[in-house]
Nanobody, 116 residues
Framework: VQLVESGGGLVQAGGSLRLSCAAS????????MGWYRQAPGKQRELVAT????????HYADSVKGRFTISRDNAKNTMYLQMNSLKPEDTAVYYC??????????WGQGTQVTVSS
């Protein structure tokens, strides 16, 4: 499975961005998908996850009510709608997926910078 993120960029505080993660390869095996982020000097942290059918989502407390994770399995694409962005949301955002076989894949990351 290959994952490619897009949609990052520079935005002012209070603004919005929509990240996309396009999957290719053995996409039939994709199970739970998620977004993670890593700020400079910090560990990578979970942002949000979504189950295979999209029926269940989980969010980090820091983004609840502001971010929305979704997926379109027909397009093999996952999204992260980010609203009310804050400077502390600045990080490289990574797409992640686990497969039905227990393997795990990461995308290359996309930079999100929120200016104050």
């Amino acid at each position: 499975v290959q994952l490619v993120e897009s949609g990052g960029g520079l935005v002012q505080a209070g603004g919005s961005l929509r990240l996309s993660c396009a999957a290719s390869g053995n996409t039939f095996s994709i199970n739970v998908m998620g977004w993670y982020r890593q700020a400079p000097g910090k560990q990578r942290e979970l942002v949000a996850t979504i189950t295979r059918g999209g029926g269940s989502t989980h969010y980090a407390d820091s983004v609840k009510g502001r971010f929305t994770i979704s997926r379109d399995n027909a397009k093999n694409t996952m999204y992260l709608q980010m609203n009310s962005l804050k400077p502390e949301d600045t990080a490289v955002y990574y797409c992640n997926t686990g497969t039905l076989w227990g393997t795990n894949y990461w995308g290359q990351g996309t930079q999100v910078t929120v200016s104050s």
